[in-house]
């Protein structure tokens, strides 16, 4: 095994026992989560929501706390990282209480990636640590004095602010050891450099620690000395945004007294928080769970608070301070570095899963609130506003949305793109209906969060649409029933005060059956006008539902087929065997239809609206081109399509024009002759080659089929690829990450010193011939491994002994052509434009004796507003609803712009 997998073992060790522990620590306190949401929503919403924005305010000055001073020592870590790390530090913490050395192990970690010193990074983040006790030592001075002066300090207070400025003393003279006493800081570092070789020789193990270790280690600690003892000013500036961090805590302290109607006095308020963070900082369990918000509630009652108030002051508190950044560190950890190139299992479908159970639950939710009436001071707000009817309206569209949130759960599993954006539209609808249908914050709020955690999820749903088979409508059928059924029985069995007839289980499914089996006389008495409204919203409900089975039973015979494995596999005979390109091989992606003509050639086409767009020119013998041609165009008057062709080859031209059609050229092919590539040092694909592999980068060539593991790792990258451009996938024109597609493609990858995938290209192949495809990598990866990768491929097939190399389509050249639809070709032409420019190829083939081949759109004369449009819907890949009804605006656009 390579130190670059050993590496990826171990993260991926560290991840399982941190998503344990998280799930560990969220069951075993769960009783007091629910206490705390309890709690909380006994306060007055306006007041919490400003305590937890000037909790955000807290956070982001802490965050810069630890940015500034990793600053002064030479660590230079952007805000946008360091924000991240904060909160997944705090989380780590948590999980794995080590004194804070964990948390401290986030920080070390973005640091090495960014090639930091991790001593400097260390120690910056103890100098944060100096300065944050530093400023919360003039709260807790006026905290103690306070309660001095009150006679109500205890001894056991006066020893944890002992315990505290020790603490703090022995954290400054270890970073000023270098400075203050160098011969005693070698003695320390030579100590721990053999107690650690001994260690791990027990373990028959090599130490980690290098023999250059303590000459590093020793200079860092000087020069971290003398970074603080030079810099006072910068000290000051870092003491200053430590104690505006501390005054937002207090004032988020404060709202909260608000919150419950309590008004307190400075000196009581001031008491309690500092006893509080105090025995949070000096006390051995994680983060103080269970004994934080016991001493503040006991320094308050002591000075006056009423006991009730001060035990839910404390916990609402101690929700916004521990919880609240908790859940987020979880979260963020799962977006940095350390952890986004692991394992897609471990690290990306749990939380895949776990959203898509959570979006299941919220159409329970959904559903539950439905049948429950809100109080009575809610429905006199809300019909001041509205009339009855619409309060109504409001409770059947939050149970619709229920409904579609139950559906969409199952794409969300399977990370489906549209089920994404669906799932985002009905969680905003469901959080208007719930507020407009009685003020249900609480639901709005929990859907908000959700929705929050889905588009930070958002490159994880990259999955297209299939041809929905008839077993999937069958499968919305039977959970519509369900659905139906849950709703019915639930809203008997709970309001079963607002009928004459008390509804057990058994007599709440009784009556449901009834309903449907005597429209005339259901037997249903309401006794209010909420029980009259909920046994006439039944029959609604469940038109509304079936109306959308109808639909996706329907689909299936609405929607056209696409190729099967048994006609694909005969298209890739004929690809393969004919095929004048490499680019042939995007004939063969999941979009595509065939068409097989006599002669034995085949033309690859997808079908948008009344166009069918073709990929490239008919794939067979050159004699059988022109008669493939008119039959196909013959097969397109029949069924009333209109022809367009994609990319065809100067070669073929005449035949299109005497087809009667319309030709342009778009762009250009980009062919390398293998035999004209040198490597000479000078040349600029060696020199990359070169310097990359000089810091520790190599490039490895994966034969198909592809292992599941290396899947994972590109499916990783290509995801932070896309979040990285703001795209999303294309297809039709260009290749897409279609996991079955690419496990059966070469592919070339770039690895870091520490082995981990960081960049990879995907090839295609025909005829003496190499192409690449897919050229995805890290945000943070190597500046040059793009045209590393590049050089790579053309290397290893120089060295296969093919002939040619294609980089692939590069759109221009639309514009120049005298066209009588100059509209629609310089809209093709943008378009083009804009689909390819995310590949940057063109920029890295400085040093490629390289060559450009012309290609052309061919399509009917006056259909160049049509073949535009048909090429934006084939490129953007959307499916069914989404397709539809995106093409309205697209074809309003379109035609103002075409004028």
Same mark, same amino acid.
């Given at each position: 095994?390579?130190?670059?997998?050993?590496?990826?073992?171990?993260?991926?060790?560290?991840?399982?026992?941190?998503?344990?522990?998280?799930?560990?620590?969220?069951?075993?306190?769960?009783?007091?989560?629910?206490?705390?949401?309890?709690?909380?929503?006994?306060?007055?919403?306006?007041?919490?929501?400003?305590?937890?924005?000037?909790?955000?305010?807290?956070?982001?000055?802490?965050?810069?706390?630890?940015?500034?001073?990793?600053?002064?020592?030479?660590?230079?870590?952007?805000?946008?990282?360091?924000?991240?790390?904060?909160?997944?530090?705090?989380?780590?913490?948590?999980?794995?209480?080590?004194?804070?050395?964990?948390?401290?192990?986030?920080?070390?970690?973005?640091?090495?990636?960014?090639?930091?010193?991790?001593?400097?990074?260390?120690?910056?983040?103890?100098?944060?640590?100096?300065?944050?006790?530093?400023?919360?030592?003039?709260?807790?001075?006026?905290?103690?004095?306070?309660?001095?002066?009150?006679?109500?300090?205890?001894?056991?207070?006066?020893?944890?602010?002992?315990?505290?400025?020790?603490?703090?003393?022995?954290?400054?003279?270890?970073?000023?050891?270098?400075?203050?006493?160098?011969?005693?800081?070698?003695?320390?570092?030579?100590?721990?450099?053999?107690?650690?070789?001994?260690?791990?020789?027990?373990?028959?193990?090599?130490?980690?620690?290098?023999?250059?270790?303590?000459?590093?280690?020793?200079?860092?600690?000087?020069?971290?000395?003398?970074?603080?003892?030079?810099?006072?000013?910068?000290?000051?500036?870092?003491?200053?945004?430590?104690?505006?961090?501390?005054?937002?805590?207090?004032?988020?302290?404060?709202?909260?007294?608000?919150?419950?109607?309590?008004?307190?006095?400075?000196?009581?308020?001031?008491?309690?928080?500092?006893?509080?963070?105090?025995?949070?900082?000096?006390?051995?369990?994680?983060?103080?769970?269970?004994?934080?918000?016991?001493?503040?509630?006991?320094?308050?009652?002591?000075?006056?608070?009423?006991?009730?108030?001060?035990?839910?002051?404390?916990?609402?508190?101690?929700?916004?301070?521990?919880?609240?950044?908790?859940?987020?560190?979880?979260?963020?950890?799962?977006?940095?570095?350390?952890?986004?190139?692991?394992?897609?299992?471990?690290?990306?479908?749990?939380?895949?899963?776990?959203?898509? @159970? *959570?979006? +299941?639950? #919220?159409?329970?939710?959904? =559903?539950? !609130? %439905?049948?429950?009436? $809100?109080?009575?001071?809610?429905?006199?707000?809300?019909?001041?506003?509205?009339?009855?009817?619409?309060?109504?309206?409001?409770?059947?569209?939050?149970?619709?949305?229920?409904?579609?949130?139950?559906?969409?759960?199952?794409?969300?599993?399977?990370?489906?793109?549209?089920?994404?954006?669906?799932?985002?539209?009905?969680?905003?609808?469901?959080?208007?209906?719930?507020?407009?249908?009685?003020?249900?914050?609480?639901?709005?709020?929990?859907?908000?969060?959700?929705?929050?955690?889905?588009?930070?999820?958002?490159?994880?749903?990259?999955?297209?649409?299939?041809?929905?088979?008839?077993?999937?409508?069958?499968?919305?059928?039977?959970?519509?029933?369900?659905?139906?059924?849950?709703?019915?029985?639930?809203?008997?069995?709970?309001?079963?005060?607002?009928?004459?007839?008390?509804?057990? @289980? *058994?007599? +709440?499914? #009784?009556?449901?059956?009834? =309903?449907? !089996? %005597?429209?005339?006389? $259901?037997?249903?008495?309401?006794?209010?006008?909420?029980?009259?409204?909920?046994?006439?919203?039944?029959?609604?409900?469940?038109?509304?539902?079936?109306?959308?089975?109808?639909?996706?039973?329907?689909?299936?015979?609405?929607?056209?087929?696409?190729?099967?494995?048994?006609?694909?596999?005969?298209?890739?005979?004929?690809?393969?065997?004919?095929?004048?390109?490499?680019?042939?091989?995007?004939?063969?992606?999941?979009?595509?239809?065939?068409?097989?003509?006599?002669?034995?050639?085949?033309?690859?086409?997808?079908?948008?609206?009344?166009?069918?767009?073709?990929?490239?020119?008919?794939?067979?013998?050159?004699?059988?081109?022109?008669?493939?041609?008119?039959?196909?165009?013959?097969?397109?008057?029949?069924?009333?399509?209109?022809?367009?062709?994609?990319?065809?080859?100067?070669?073929? @031209?005449?035949?299109?024009?005497?087809?009667?059609?319309?030709?342009?050229?778009?762009?250009?092919?980009?062919?390398?002759?293998?035999?004209?590539?040198?490597?000479?040092?000078?040349?600029?694909?060696?020199?990359?080659?070169?310097?990359?592999?000089?810091?520790?980068?190599?490039?490895?060539?994966?034969?198909?089929?592809?292992?599941?593991?290396?899947?994972?790792?590109?499916?990783?990258?290509?995801?932070?690829?896309?979040?990285?451009?703001?795209?999303?996938?294309?297809?039709?024109?260009?290749?897409?990450?279609?996991?079955?597609?690419?496990?059966?493609?070469?592919?070339?990858?770039?690895?870091?010193?520490?082995?981990?995938?960081?960049?990879?290209?995907?090839?295609?192949?025909?005829?003496?011939?190499?192409?690449?495809?897919?050229?995805?990598?890290?945000?943070?990866?190597?500046?040059?491994?793009?045209?590393?990768?590049?050089?790579?491929?053309?290397?290893?097939?120089?060295?296969?002994?093919?002939?040619?190399?294609?980089?692939?389509?590069?759109?221009?050249?639309?514009?120049?052509?005298?066209?009588?639809?100059?509209?629609?070709?310089?809209?093709?032409?943008?378009?083009?434009?804009?689909?390819?420019?995310?590949?940057?190829?063109?920029?890295?083939?400085?040093?490629?004796?390289?060559?450009?081949?012309?290609?052309?759109?061919?399509?009917?004369?006056?259909?160049?507003?049509?073949?535009?449009?048909?090429?934006?819907?084939?490129?953007?890949?959307?499916?069914?609803?989404?397709?539809?009804?995106?093409?309205?605006?697209?074809?309003?656009?379109?035609?103002?712009?075409?004028?």
């Amino acid at each position: 095994m390579s130190t670059g997998e050993r590496t990826s073992n171990k993260r991926r060790w560290v991840w399982r026992f941190l998503f344990v522990a998280f799930i560990w620590l969220v069951v075993t306190q769960f009783a007091e989560i629910e206490k705390l949401v309890l709690t909380a929503s006994g306060g007055h919403i306006g007041w919490l929501v400003l305590a937890m924005v000037f909790q955000l305010f807290y956070y982001s000055l802490y965050s810069n706390v630890f940015r500034k001073a990793m600053r002064m020592l030479g660590v230079v870590l952007p805000w946008w990282i360091m924000l991240p790390s904060t909160f997944a530090s705090m989380f780590v913490n948590v999980v794995a209480p080590l004194g804070g050395a964990s948390g401290v192990a986030v920080f070390v970690d973005q640091a090495i990636r960014r090639k930091q010193s991790p001593a400097r990074t260390a120690a910056g983040a103890m100098l944060a640590l100096i300065s944050d006790f530093s400023a919360f030592s003039l709260i807790l001075i006026t905290g103690l004095t306070f309660l001095f002066y009150y006679k109500d300090l205890k001894i056991y207070e006066v020893i944890a602010a002992a315990l505290l400025l020790i603490l703090t003393i022995l954290m400054t003279s270890t970073l000023l050891l270098g400075l203050w006493n160098p011969a005693l800081l070698r003695k320390l570092l030579e100590w721990a450099h053999r107690f650690a070789r001994v260690l791990f020789g027990w373990f028959s193990r090599p130490s980690p620690l290098t023999p250059d270790w303590i000459d590093k280690t020793f200079d860092d600690f000087v020069g971290i000395g003398e970074a603080i003892r030079s810099s006072p000013k910068d000290l000051g500036k870092l003491f200053l945004v430590s104690f505006a961090a501390y005054s937002m805590d207090l004032v988020s302290l404060w709202m909260i007294f608000r919150a419950f109607g309590q008004v307190v006095h400075f000196g009581v308020l001031v008491a309690g928080f500092s006893m509080g963070i105090l025995f949070w900082v000096i006390t051995i369990t994680p983060q103080g769970i269970g004994l934080v918000e016991g001493m503040m509630a006991l320094v308050y009652t002591s000075l006056g608070v009423p006991a009730n108030l001060a035990t839910v002051i404390a916990l609402t508190f101690r929700g916004l301070t521990f919880w609240l950044p908790f859940f987020l560190g979880f979260i963020f950890l799962q977006v940095l570095p350390t952890f986004r190139g692991e394992s897609r299992t471990e690290v990306r479908d749990w939380s895949v899963r776990i959203v898509a @159970l *959570l979006t +299941a639950l #919220a159409g329970v939710m959904n =559903m539950i !609130s %439905t049948v429950l009436p $809100p109080r009575a001071w809610r429905i006199a707000l809300v019909e001041k506003i509205f009339s009855i009817e619409t309060y109504y309206g409001f409770y059947i569209i939050t149970a619709l949305a229920g409904f579609a949130l139950l559906m969409l759960a199952d794409g969300l599993w399977r990370r489906k793109q549209t089920a994404w954006r669906l799932t985002l539209i009905f969680l905003a609808l469901s959080v208007f209906s719930n507020l407009f249908k009685g003020l249900d914050y609480g639901e709005a709020l929990l859907l908000i969060a959700l929705g929050v955690w889905l588009v930070i999820l958002k490159p994880n749903f990259h999955a297209y649409s299939v041809h929905p088979p008839l077993q999937q409508g069958v499968r919305v059928l039977l959970a519509a029933l369900g659905y139906i059924c849950l709703y019915g029985i639930a809203g008997f069995y709970l309001l079963d005060t607002h009928f004459a007839q008390n509804y057990g @289980l *058994l007599e +709440a499914t #009784a009556q449901l059956v009834k =309903m449907f !089996s %005597t429209f005339r006389n $259901p037997g249903v008495v309401a006794l209010t006008p909420f029980g009259e409204y909920f046994s006439s919203s039944i029959y609604l409900v469940t038109g509304l539902v079936l109306v959308f089975v109808l639909i996706m039973l329907m689909r299936p015979f609405v929607l056209r087929v696409p190729a099967n494995d048994k006609v694909r596999a005969r298209a890739r005979k004929v690809i393969e065997a004919e095929g004048k390109s490499s680019m042939a091989g995007y004939a063969l992606l999941p979009d595509k239809l065939y068409c097989f003509l006599p002669g034995g050639s085949v033309i690859a086409y997808t079908v948008k609206g009344v166009t069918a767009l073709v990929f490239g020119d008919p794939i067979g013998r050159q004699e059988d081109f022109a008669p493939a041609l008119t039959t196909f165009l013959g097969q397109c008057e029949k069924k009333r399509w209109t022809p367009v062709f994609f990319q065809v080859r100067l070669d073929g @031209l005449q035949n299109y024009k005497q087809a009667g059609l319309d030709t342009v050229r778009i762009g250009d092919e980009i062919i390398l002759d293998l035999k004209e590539m040198n490597w000479d040092a000078q040349n600029a694909p060696a020199a990359v080659l070169k310097r990359l592999e000089n810091l520790g980068y190599t490039a490895h060539f994966h034969a198909p089929p592809l292992e599941d593991h290396l899947v994972d790792d590109l499916q990783v990258v290509s995801d932070e690829w896309l979040t990285t451009m703001h795209l999303l996938e294309k297809r039709f024109s260009q290749g897409w990450f279609d996991e079955s597609f690419i496990r059966q493609t070469p592919v070339v990858v770039a690895q870091d010193p520490e082995g981990r995938v960081v960049a990879f290209a995907s090839l295609l192949t025909c005829r003496g011939e190499r192409g690449i495809d897919l050229l995805r990598n890290f945000k943070d990866a190597e500046e040059g491994v793009r045209k590393f990768l590049l050089a790579a491929a053309v290397r290893q097939a120089q060295q296969e002994g093919y002939e040619r190399f294609n980089f692939g389509f590069v759109a221009g050249g639309g514009k120049s052509n005298a066209h009588p639809d100059n509209g629609a070709v310089d809209y093709i032409a943008k378009h083009l434009d804009e689909v390819f420019s995310s590949r940057d190829i063109s920029s890295h083939l400085d040093g490629f004796p390289v060559r450009f081949l012309p290609r052309f759109l061919a399509f009917p004369a006056g259909m160049g507003r049509r073949a535009a449009l048909a090429l934006v819907r084939a490129d953007a890949g959307n499916e069914f609803i989404e397709d539809y009804l995106q093409d309205a605006w697209r074809r309003a656009w379109a035609t103002r712009r075409f004028r």
